[in-house]
């Protein structure tokens, strides 16, 4: 079998554009994945372009090989958009490798640890206490008892103390809505310094915080381990690292209780497989980041299934975002031929050959990419934030 074909789609989803991926072959099987960056979105198709004409005439069962000649065939490596384009056409290659063999991916990584994926919601969101304590029953009322949400605007690396008891009262709020037995994650974004974290985590230990991530920018784990050294929270981060030379610091300095890689982003199906494994190591759990399309759920979903330290896979739940009106994508489970299938708080995988979904690609081209202006967020000053 030989590769004849690479092709990159993208499609409105929303809150962002989803570039997916399809890798077709001369024996009619096709081969799909997700290579979405946000706003970077003509970028990632190029790039999907470009890192795709090295695989016609590749024979599709060579996925190492094939990585290897992606990722090492240049002198200029990883960031997100060429990270994400590999992955995204890592992850077309095992979706073949399933339908060729008619086994499902997880199979193929070692077979299943667990009945079903444990999911949690990436919701509620708000700018107000009000808007997040009312979307975070929302959110329950969907039969999700786990749950992620920023309780804090824009910090200064050392801010007004007030700030982190505002933050805080949030987070009070919000549990006290939910009552004690629902897993309550913080996302702060990146938006603090060392400092002004560990005031923040000190503040919130007491609301039973399930974990707390990016509090700081991975980029600099030592910075990251002064933050984990200081909070009894378990602390999560790893969405904006890429391949495992990224992660390795990561748990050698003990930055992390939770490593959050994307498959879309960090080099695909095999290559998160290798960073949990390396978390394994530190004793460090495993929560795929996910807040892309359903195809990335189901590729997140197949390494999880395969992975003994998984704990818990990331969730869109479908909303308008106050700052984004037109945030939604109502066509989101549509996009699948066959909508994954979420019950009790858990994934269930198909058992079908491969990723195991495929796309619709009516819905597909219903929903084109479009343009988006990104809001940036701003200190009081009006200086440039961290987003
Ligand atoms: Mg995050």
């Known amino acids: 079998m030989r590769i004849t074909e690479v092709e990159a789609i993208s499609v409105d989803g929303g809150s962002r554009n989803w570039v997916f991926v399809r890798i077709l072959t001369d024996e009619g099987i096709i081969g799909i994945g997700e290579a979405t960056v946000e706003w970077h979105t003509s970028s990632v198709v190029a790039a999907v372009d470009e890192i795709g004409e090295l695989l016609i005439g590749e024979d599709p069962s060579r996925i190492e090989h094939i990585w290897q000649k992606m990722y090492r065939g240049r002198r200029f490596r990883g960031g997100p958009v060429v990270m994400s384009a590999i992955s995204g056409l890592e992850v077309a290659l095992w979706d073949i490798k399933g339908k060729v063999l008619n086994t499902p991916i997880y199979e193929l990584l070692g077979g299943s640890c667990r009945e079903s994926i444990p999911v949690y919601a990436n919701a509620p969101f708000g700018t107000s206490r009000q808007e997040l304590v009312d979307g975070a029953l929302g959110v329950m009322l969907l039969g999700f008892d786990a749950l992620k949400f920023c309780p804090i605007h824009t910090v200064l690396e050392v801010d007004d103390p007030l700030l982190i008891r505002e933050a805080a009262d949030t987070v009070a709020a919000v549990r006290a809505a939910v009552g004690p037995t629902t897993r309550l994650a913080i996302d702060v974004a990146c ?25 700081i920018r991975a980029e600099n784990p030592e910075a990251l381990a002064l933050v984990a050294r200081a909070t009894t929270i378990p602390i999560a981060a790893g969405e904006q690292l890429y391949t495992r030379w990224n992660f ?7 930055a992390v209780s939770l490593v959050q890689p994307d498959v879309a982003h960090c080099g695909g199906i095999a290559e998160t497989r290798r960073v949990a494994a390396m978390a394994e190591i530190s004793y460090v759990g495993f929560a795929p980041h996910n807040p892309l399309s359903p ?10 299934m395969a992975t003994p330290n998984f704990v818990t896979l990331e969730y869109k739940v479908e909303a308008s975002l106050p700052w984004l009106p037109d945030a939604a994508a109502p066509w989101r489970d549509s996009i699948l031929q066959t909508p994954l299938e979420l019950r009790d708080g858990a994934l269930r995988l198909p058992r079908a050959p491969g990723l195991g979904v495929e796309l619709d690609l009516e819905t597909c081209r219903r929903h084109p990419a479009r343009s988006r202006k990104p809001t940036f967020p701003q200190q009081r000053d009006g200086a440039l934030a961290e987003f």
């Not at 390795?248 to 003990?254: A, C, I, N, Y």
């Not at 195809?295 to 999880?304: E, F, I, K």
């Open 295 to 304: 195809v990335n759920t189901a590729a997140s979903a197949h390494v999880a």
């Open 248 to 254: 390795r610091e990561l748990f050698s300095r003990h």
């Open 191 to 215: 938006r603090l310094s060392p400092a002004m974290a560990i005031q923040f985590a000190r503040a919130v230990e007491e609301f039973d915080i399930w974990f707390l991530e990016e509090p």
